[in-house]
Each structure stands twice: as structure tokens, then as C-alpha cells.
């Protein structure tokens, strides 16, 4: 049995919302349990939803340990690109969850920001 999670966003231009949601369910094989956890967070640092399945370790360590990446453009897509995803790369490596394999690196966790 492949572990499925399940994290959606809906955004509503007319109203100027956005929803996002997630389960609760851990699996291992063939086993589910109801988690505390939240898969869906608002991390004060950067002012961003963020909906993460996979690792629970690696989602904590981004709740709670990554620092908000300074702005440093105007330009949202390099602020992601450079700002964000340079951050978490770096704050997941250094908390040890995540690993370089044939040149690649794997963090056990999937986000929707």
C-alpha cells in the first residue's frame, strides 16, 4: 500500500481568498493513524501557508526551527527561488533531514506554499 496524503488549496480571485486543507492520517504500510501534527500551518516568519506531507520531522523542523528568508527583490519568483527555498534547503541539512544521493538531494517531504 503507497501512503497517500492529501493537501489542497482553493483560490477564489473574485474574493480575494485562499482555502487550504489537510488530512490527518500517518501511514505505515498498512496501518493509519490520527495525528496531532498539522499538515497545514501559518509560519510567522514568512507569512505563508504551508501545507507539507511526508517526513513529520522534516515538517516540524520547517514550522518551528527555519528562520524567515530576508526579501531581498520585489520579484516574488526569486524571492521563492533564492529567498525561500535556499532557507529551507539549508535549515533541513543542517537539522540533519535531508540526504545527497547520486548528486541529489532528498528531504522526505513535499510542500505547498
Given at each position: 500500500?503507497?501512503?497517500?496524503?492529501?493537501?489542497?488549496?482553493?483560490?477564489?480571485?473574485?474574493?480575494?481568498?485562499?482555502?487550504?486543507?489537510?488530512?490527518?492520517?500517518?501511514?505505515?504500510?498498512?496501518?493509519?493513524?490520527?495525528?496531532?501534527?498539522?499538515?497545514?500551518?501559518?509560519?510567522?516568519?514568512?507569512?505563508?501557508?504551508?501545507?507539507?506531507?511526508?517526513?513529520?520531522?522534516?515538517?516540524?523542523?520547517?514550522?518551528?526551527?527555519?528562520?524567515?528568508?530576508?526579501?531581498?527583490?520585489?520579484?516574488?519568483?526569486?524571492?521563492?527561488?533564492?529567498?525561500?527555498?535556499?532557507?529551507?534547503?539549508?535549515?533541513?541539512?543542517?537539522?540533519?533531514?535531508?540526504?545527497?544521493?547520486?548528486?541529489?538531494?532528498?528531504t522526505g517531504?513535499?510542500?505547498?506554499?
Amino acid at each position: 500500500m503507497t501512503p497517500v496524503t492529501c493537501i489542497a488549496a482553493v483560490v477564489d480571485p473574485k474574493r480575494k481568498i485562499i482555502w487550504i486543507a489537510g488530512d490527518s492520517a500517518a501511514t505505515s504500510g498498512y496501518d493509519l493513524s490520527i495525528v496531532i501534527n498539522q499538515k497545514v500551518f501559518y509560519h510567522t516568519g514568512t507569512n505563508f501557508i504551508i501545507g507539507c506531507c511526508g517526513s513529520a520531522r522534516a515538517t516540524n523542523i520547517i514550522r518551528y526551527k527555519m528562520p524567515p528568508p530576508e526579501p531581498d527583490t520585489d520579484d516574488d519568483m526569486s524571492y521563492m527561488v533564492n529567498g525561500f527555498v535556499e532557507t529551507l534547503r539549508e535549515t533541513l541539512k543542517s537539522a540533519g533531514s535531508a540526504v545527497k544521493n547520486d548528486e541529489m538531494e532528498y528531504t522526505g517531504v513535499q510542500l505547498l506554499v
